[in-house]
């Protein structure tokens, strides 16, 4: 499968940003898919998963963005999404979208397929 990030950009810290992750493929459904970011400097780290489903898909946060992203899936366009409000400059980073057709987890080596990444960028 192949991924494509985008929607980064600027943002002032207390606005929103909406990223999306398009794949290839018809199986899309099976895929687990997350968002990993990394900041300037630092590894990369965990940000949100959801489950491979033909639904909605079950989540899962880092606890540094419980609570301000949300993140979705859209099976019948081959989608997820990462919805991120109430931004902090602590957000600046490159995120990337990530899937897997096994076991989902909070590891980069837990997924085979990764997307080019996108910057988000927020001003204090």
């Known amino acids: 499968v192949q991924l494509q990030a985008s929607g980064g950009g600027l943002v002032q810290a207390g606005g929103s940003l909406r990223l999306s992750c398009a794949a290839s493929?018809?199986?899309?459904?099976?895929?687990?898919m997350a968002w990993f970011r990394q900041a300037p400097g630092k590894e990369r780290e965990f940000v949100a998963l959801?489950?491979?489903?033909?639904?909605?898909?079950?989540?899962y946060y880092a606890d540094s963005v419980k609570g301000r992203f949300t993140i979705s899936r859209d099976n019948s366009k081959n989608m997820v999404n990462l919805q991120m409000n109430s931004l902090k400059p602590e957000d600046t980073a490159v995120y990337y979208c990530?899937?897997?057709?096994?076991?989902?987890?909070?590891?980069?080596?837990?997924?085979?397929?990764w997307g080019q990444g996108t910057l988000v960028t927020v001003s204090s």
């Open positions: 990530a899937a897997n057709p096994g076991s989902v987890g909070t590891r980069e080596r837990m997924y085979d397929y």
């Open positions: 959801i489950t491979r489903s033909a639904g909605a898909g079950n989540t």
């Open positions: 493929g018809r199986t899309f459904f099976s895929y687990s």
